[in-house]
């Protein structure tokens, strides 16, 4: 990152209450940032907060609910008000939908869902948040994706895909896609903005299943929040590398 010499860096985690996020929020709080803790709930919001802050992160609450337009703008003045810009956002904030998701039995209102929040919800908080980003030195974008998203790997025989799934899996794969049309028309710009894959972490999301800690799956999204002014952008990351589309 350039140095911010002037003032502390400011990232704000959606979702950020718990699991991946969370672990999001501690591990650039430990670098030594200002980190906004987004989410809906109030409670588990500030119980958020309190956990980080007594571990030693700068953490503080932001309200927000990426679904709602109001709420949204609500969380950009926030931040404007508490900060004066934006350094980081990472777009954590998601949904599994409801199961059985097979394509030919699943309730659309399962897929409209998981589409508004994955998908429509990281468009709304990225556009309300892009003023505040453009006022950094090296604004960055993280959007927490899946491998199961991945197209590639959805059609490659024998690759680990998880259970079908025709809400969650294409609302990361629509994620994905959008993550890129982002980077083509910020190109020209100095902000940065990939796609992260944590991998199959144990969170509430799945109901604790995962075989990776959020900790772990956090780290990726951490890289590439702190990335150099000449990183990558418009890409697809695990902790090993690119993951193919």
Known sequence: MTEQTTEQATALVTGANKGIGYEVAAGLGA?????????????????????????GVDAFGVPLDVTDDASVTAAAELIADRAGRLDVLVNNAGITGSAPQMPTTVDVAAVRAAVETNVIGVIRVTNAMLPLLRRSASPRIVNISSSVGSLTLQTT????????????????????????????????TNILINAACPGYCATDLNGFRGVRTPEQGAAIAVR????????????????????PW
């Not at 803790?37 to 409670?43: E, I, K, Q």
């Not at 259970?163 to 028309?185: G, H, M």
Request: proline fraction near 6%; charge should be negative.
């Open 157 to 188: 025989p024998g690759a680990e895909t998880g259970p079908i799934a025709v809400a969650y899996a294409p609302s990361k794969t629509f994620l994905n896609a959008v993550t890129v049309q982002y980077a083509k028309e910020l190109r020209d």
């Open 224 to 243: 590439l929040a702190t990335l150099p002014d000449d990183g990558p952008t418009g890409g697809f990351f695990d902790d090993a590398g690119e993951v």
């Open 31 to 55: 670098l030594g940032w200002s980190v906004g803790v987004g989410a809906r709930n109030d409670d588990r919001r500030e119980a958020a907060v309190a956990k980080l802050r007594a571990a």
